[in-house]
């Protein structure tokens, strides 16, 4: 069974960094692109950034210059690093990724996520 799971979250003052993953396992194709979101309370949920699968990176307007996307073809896994966390970046960051067999997208699986506190 294909899953995806996000980890790497905790509690960081502002001002600080955190590097959260997101990796897919069990899947019998290949992972292509991936994304990160987050979740607020209240379920309102924001795109964070995208890597495709030839590795071009897009970010929401808010990251400006703080946050990296990358992925890890052989790991199968997606990162996301942040620098000078404020507290209004505090929410549940969750992940996607398009799984692809036969050279087609077939799928695209979502993570539940981790979470991201950051204190003032």
């Known amino acids: 069974q294909v899953q995806l799971v996000e980890s790497g979250g905790g509690e960081v003052q502002a001002g600080g960094s955190l590097k959260v993953s997101c990796t897919v396992s069990g899947n019998r194709g290949r992972v292509g692109g991936m994304a990160w979101y987050r979740r607020y309370p209240g379920n309102q949920r924001e795109w964070v950034a995208s890597i495709t699968d030839g590795g071009a990176t897009n970010y929401g307007d808010f990251v400006k210059g703080r946050f990296t996307i990358s992925k890890d073809n052989a790991k199968n896994t997606a990162y996301l690093q942040m620098n000078d966390l404020k507290p209004e970046d505090a929410a549940v960051y969750f992940c996607?990724?398009?799984?692809?067999?036969?050279?087609?997208?077939?799928?695209?699986?979502w993570g539940q996520g981790t979470q991201v506190t950051v204190s003032s």
């Open positions: 996607n990724a398009n799984i692809i067999r036969l050279g087609r997208p077939v799928d695209t699986i």
